[in-house]
């Protein structure tokens, strides 16, 4: 498993990246991403199920930090996605920098799923979908629950900055 601890250095150690990147976040940039990020999976022969999950867990994760990011208001957001392979394990890694306001949304909801089993989170999925009360709206909820039914293991944490921004990193093994 990938711990946060290793998630700053882990671009300087022997593991297959597939995909990193670094900066503004667009709809366009997340597809043009999607399409490198098939090819190199498409590469790697990986099984329609696990290739899946990485295409899940990559674009909500690129759409969370496009979406929260654009709560700063700053000419650099610091962030950051990544994609790969250690330990014979996959991993799909961002961090950004969100609010307070961000962070008190979305902390309860990654708790929720860290703390459930999968027959767990598919069921409070499905319970979330029929009720119409969340949807796939910034905060909503249903993404982080998608990335809890594709993955292994999540780490997350909020480190505290200035005026009420926190830096997020999140990691999930696949």
């Known amino acids: 498993m990938i711990s946060?601890?290793?998630m700053e250095s882990i671009l300087d150690k022997d593991n297959i990246i597939f995909l990193?990147?670094?900066?503004?976040?667009?709809?366009s940039l997340i597809a043009g991403m999607t399409g490198v990020l098939e090819k190199e999976v498409e590469e790697a022969e990986l099984s329609m199920s696990k290739s899946n999950n990485i295409f899940v867990v990559f674009i909500e994760l690129a759409?969370?930090?496009m979406n929260y990011s654009k709560s700063i208001k700053s000419k650099n957001p610091k962030a950051i996605i990544y994609v790969g392979k250690q330990d014979g394990d996959?991993?799909?890694?961002s961090q950004n920098i969100i609010t307070l306001e961000d962070k008190n949304r979305i902390q309860p909801?990654?708790?929720?799923v860290k703390n459930s089993s999968k027959d767990?989170?598919?069921k409070l999925y499905r319970e979330v979908r029929r009720s119409g009360k969340c949807s796939h709206e910034k905060g909503g909820g249903l993404g982080f629950l998608e990335i809890g039914k594709k993955v292994q293991s999540l780490e997350y944490s909020f480190e505290e900055?200035?005026?009420?921004?926190?830096?997020?990193?999140?990691?999930t093994t696949i």
């Open 4 to 6: 946060l601890q290793k």
């Open 20 to 27: 990193n990147y670094g900066g503004i976040f667009t709809q």
């Open 63 to 65: 759409q969370n930090v």
């Open 90 to 93: 996959y991993f799909v890694c």
């Open 109 to 112: 909801l990654l708790e929720q």
């Open 120 to 122: 767990e989170i598919k």
């Open 161 to 171: 900055l200035e005026n009420n921004k926190f830096c997020y990193k999140i990691c």
